[in-house]
């Protein structure tokens, strides 16, 4: 490859040329996110039963289901939730399952438990749930609209128009008032009468609806008769015949009751900024580009709103891809920014500028290519794989600067790239090594980290080829138009203090291990002091708190509640906008796995970048003795390797165990337990004698409790300028609900019974939320737990402590077998047992630099951090590798040939390392990872250069 570059440089410029060309046609296909696309590890089976209370759910359909599931390969945890007519299953898998297979086996072992399932049961669905959905939220208000209007429009106008733009995925719809016509029945005049609500529900839906009583054939032509309802108007509800006596003739709705259109129940609220609102929130789909679906939506606001002539206020609260466009924006500046401080660094250093724009020109080289290398192997432009282009702008530009210096020094071409050939391969191969074993584990840290990892292998990998090809055709080039070879700089005083240094430590070798001890204990001590926190960041734009609520709470008391909170929340310093929703219209997936609780308050609060610890001293205070979440992460990538229910599980074979449990713990007046639903209700047990007796179904009595107390839903009536909704339902005074359904009468054979005579009615306190782990019945504890070695039989399960468990362990592996790797790869290309293990020890310098550089930035050993040490183990080899590749060509070397050998690789080290380190300037403000790399190059680079020859100096005496 050198000798064809160094004799045909134009045809090398042409296929480099060529890959430009074909590497951006390929990222025209580019996927951005804000996070990497993950496949879902997870599994939700939702199974409903009508009519059945949480603990026949728990009993009859959770736990046969769970056992089911037991059949499921690679299954790593099973989490359940019993709720009021509803169970809800969560398998979690291991990484590195075959998760379209496992979704395939558990709808089949699903549909074979099923038919053990009782009588009424729906049957259980299985699918995914999805994670790191990109989404944007965003507000309707209007000053000439009320919240009916406002909600009609949202639901009929705007959600559809939405619904059809390509990359949409779902949209959840909050606040707002519904209306309906409400048929609002007496039950005295019913009774009187002898007419149920039920004849009522009957007639009205015959009126309003539409049948087909048959075909007839004409000829060759087959005609349908339909009997259409007579109703044109709201009003004409009241005169529907509900039936007919020759005695009493017709009586009709106007005479056991009044025809109302009124507002719903309402189940959710919206506000911003303290008015009230409609919220969206919309998701995307995971297969289009964020930032294009983010743009049709905008599109179609814009649209709408001009439509609509601007009679509905817009505004876009929060929108994953404006932080996508912000990072990108980000890294082209700071890019950019790296980009010309190297470039001006290589001008110092080579004394020309021509010579440091064909070094530079390394740099967007490689990052398009790997840019293109990303797209080709199915990984998108996310914030990870920017990090790792973000370290390639400082190591692209590495190998080409090594072969440039090597050329002017040896004023010839064809040999200074050959002579560093070695020593190139070699640092190469290191940094690839480096990052092989984050493809080979199944873990967290490859699923964060492998487009990282990809990014920089391209980057550095496209760099060596670079230097050996590019490089050496535009060095020809020039070499061509112009003979001279320019003079490099010197750094002879540099050099000089070198010299001394080395002197004075191949006297007194002892120093360097003293040394090297200090150092190594200052990282262990670091490393011990430091906070390890893998799940937080220090800052953030927005904070979203929960504040929960029991499901026998009014909707009214959670309003009243939203009020108070949001006059303390609003003097918060620096608060931008604050939305709040809240009620009970909630999805399936928060009921299943971020919420263990009917009815929330959800107060996201937009501020501006702010630290997170002084921002928890001012709102924790603000919610003393309330059950609440604080999510101070908007877009975390490490959200989701944690529980999202809760830290510390309470667990028993048995429920009775564990009640006995908590009553224990509750005792010392410390512990708080969740779920905690409980509340009374009343029962109704049937007389079977009775029901027998009069030929009456269970079912029977049971839909007509429902009727009456919930009312019966009809078919929607399609109004004049709308559609509504129509419910039929009994007029409640001020009874309470024992009262009310004393007094209920059903039809029994023509004959208006009271319910009681056919049983008894029994008020009973009833848990509504059973939760289950790994198939014991547990509850979550509220706060930290320290268990007592006394009390050996509470089970308690740390859930996020394994996950975080798993991966140190992963870490601990991943370093090992990168320190195993590299020691293999040096072993091949030195030939020997002993250099390898010299140019490993001298790798560790490096991380106790990097901890050093995070402690003095303030900042916590977070994934981003650990990765960096990583990737330090390839960079700090590259400094032991020239080096030893210099010094250990001989073993007969004197002082004098040592130093001067070390020297003569000093200005590679000075110029891999600075345009590394300088080029990382830019990003220190926003990356952990550079502030780590800069830390552990500047602190490894002096102990590198001076023990190295000082081991071999020793090995050679």
């Not at 309003?559 to 939305?579: A, F, R, S």
């Not at 359904?741 to 009271?754: A, F, R, Y």
């Not at 050993?861 to 001989?890: K, R, T, W, Y």
Request: one cysteine or more.
């Amino acid at each position: 490859m050198i000798r064809f570059s160094f004799r045909h440089p134009v045809s090398c410029l042409m296929i480099y040329a060529g890959l430009l060309i074909c590497s951006l046609f390929i990222l025209q296909n580019v996927s951005v996110g804000y996070l990497p696309t993950l496949d879902s590890r997870k599994i939700l089976i939702k199974t409903e039963f009508k009519g059945a209370e949480a603990e026949l759910i728990r009993e009859s359909v959770t736990c046969p289901l769970e056992k089911a599931c037991l059949l499921l390969e690679n299954h790593r945890n099973i989490t359940s939730i019993s709720r009021d007519e509803l169970s809800l299953i969560q398998i979690e898998f291991h990484n590195g399952t075959d998760m379209d297979v496992a979704l395939l086996k558990a709808k089949e072992t699903i549909d074979s438990a099923f038919e053990n399932l009782p009588y009424g049961c729906k049957k259980s669905t299985v699918k995914f749930i999805e994670t790191n959905c990109e989404s944007m939220n965003f507000s309707v208000t209007s000053e000439s609209l009320d919240n009916t209007q406002l909600r009609f429009y949202a639901e009929n106008s705007l959600a559809p128009k939405l619904q059809r733009i390509k990359g949409i995925s779902d949209i959840s719809i909050y606040g707002g008032d519904k209306s309906e016509i409400q048929i609002i029945l007496d039950k005295d005049k019913l009774f009187s009468k002898k007419i149920t609500i039920t004849d009522v529900a009957t007639a009205c839906n015959l009126s309003n609806g539409e049948f087909s009583v048959g075909n007839f054939i004409e000829g060759e032509n087959i005609h349908q008769i339909k009997i259409e309802g007579n109703l044109k108007d709201e009003s004409d509800f009241e005169n529907i015949i509900i039936s007919h006596s020759p005695v009493s003739g017709d009586i009709r709705v106007k005479d056991v009751g009044k025809v109302e259109i009124k507002n719903q129940e309402k189940i959710s609220f919206a506000e911003l900024n303290g008015k009230e609102c409609i919220l969206f929130s919309v998701k995307y789909n995971k297969s289009e580009s964020p930032i294009k679906v983010s743009n049709r939506l905008k599109k179609q606001l814009k649209e709408f709103s001009i439509q609509n002539n601007d009679e509905m206020e817009i505004t876009i609260l929060e929108d994953s891809a404006k932080n996508l466009e912000n990072e990108l924006e980000r890294f082209i500046v700071q890019g950019s920014l790296g980009f010309l401080i190297t470039a001006i660094c290589l001008a110092v250093f080579y004394k020309s500028i021509v010579l440091s724009i064909v070094v530079s020109i390394t740099i967007p080289l490689c990052l398009i290519y790997s840019m293109a290398l990303l797209t080709m192997t199915g990984n998108s432009l996310n914030s990870i794989s920017i990090s790792g282009l973000t370290l390639g702008i400082g190591m692209a530009v590495d190998c080409s600067a090594v072969a440039a210096e090597s050329i002017l020094s040896s004023k010839n071409i064809f040999k200074g790239t050959r002579k560093i050939l070695i020593s190139n391969l070699g640092s190469t191969a290191t940094t690839i090594i480096a990052f092989i074993p984050v493809f080979l584990i199944y873990g967290p840290i490859k699923e964060m980290f492998s487009c990282l990892s990809l990014a920089v292998i391209g980057c550095v990998g496209f760099s060596f080829l670079v230097s050996c090809s590019l490089t050496v055709s535009l060095l020809t080039l020039i070499k061509n138009k112009n003979d001279a070879f320019i003079e490099l700089l010197k750094f002879e005083s540099l050099k000089s203090s070198y010299k001394k240094t080395l002197l004075k430590f191949f006297h007194r070798p002892q120093l360097i291990i003293v040394a090297t001890v200090i150092f190594l204990l200052s990282g262990i001590v670091l490393l011990s002091v430091m906070k390890i926190d893998f799940t937080s960041k220090n800052d953030t734009e927005k904070v979203s708190i929960t504040v929960k609520f029991p499901a026998n709470v009014t909707l009214a008391y959670i309003q009243d509640t939203e009020k108070y909170y949001y006059k303390k929340l609003k003097e918060i310093p620096g608060l931008k906008k604050i939305t709040i929703y809240g009620g009970d219209d909630y999805d399936i997936h928060e009921l299943s796995s971020t919420s263990l609780w009917s009815n929330k308050i959800v107060f996201d609060l937009y501020i501006g970048k702010t630290q997170i610890e002084p921002l928890k001293r001012i709102l924790e205070p603000l919610f003393v003795g309330v059950e609440i979440d604080i999510d101070y992460e908007s877009f975390s990538f490490s959200k989701n390797l944690v529980n999202s229910m809760g830290k510390y599980f309470l667990e028993s074979d048995s429920l009775d165990q564990l009640n006995k449990n908590i009553e224990s713990l509750q005792s010392s007046g410390i512990f708080k337990f969740s779920p905690d639903e409980n509340y009374y209700e009343w029962d109704f047990v049937p007389s079977i004698e009775l029901l027998s007796e009069y030929s009456i179904g269970s079912d029977y009595v049971v839909s007509e409790m429902s009727h009456f107390i919930n009312g019966i839903e009809l078919e929607e009536f399609e109004g004049k300028s709308r559609k509504y909704p129509i419910k039929v339902l009994l007029k409640k005074e001020n009874e309470n609900i024992h009262h009310l359904l004393k007094h209920l009468t059903i039809n029994v054979q023509g004959i208006q019974m009271p319910i009681s005579f056919l049983g008894e009615l029994k008020e009973t306190k009833k848990e509504k939320i059973f939760l289950r782990e790994n198939l014991l019945d547990a509850k979550i504890i509220s706060n930290d737990f320290i268990r007592d070695e006394k009390n050996p039989d509470y089970k308690i399960w740390d859930a996020n402590a394994e996950v975080l468990n798993a991966i140190k362990k992963e870490f601990i592996l991943l370093i090992i077998f990168v320190c195993l790797l590299i020691y293999i790869l040096l072993g091949i290309i030195f030939q020997s047992f002993e250099k390898p293990f010299i140019v490993c020890f001298a790798m560790i310098f490096s991380i106790p630099g990097a901890l050093f550089a995070l402690f003095i930035a303030g900042k916590t050993l977070d994934l981003n951090a650990l990765i960096s040490f990583v990737i330090l183990l390839g960079l700090s080899a590259n400094n032991s590798i020239l080096l030893m590749e210099s010094v250990s060509q001989s073993s007969t070397l004197n002082v004098g040939e040592l130093i001067e050998k070390c020297c003569s690789k000093l200005n590679a080290l000075l110029i891999t390392n600075g345009t590394t380190v300088l080029s990382l300037i830019p990003f220190v403000f926003t990356s952990s990872i550079s502030i780590s790399i800069i830390g552990g190059l500047c602190f490894s680079l002096p102990l590198t250069a001076i023990s190295i020859p000082v081991f071999v100096r020793w090995r050679i005496k």
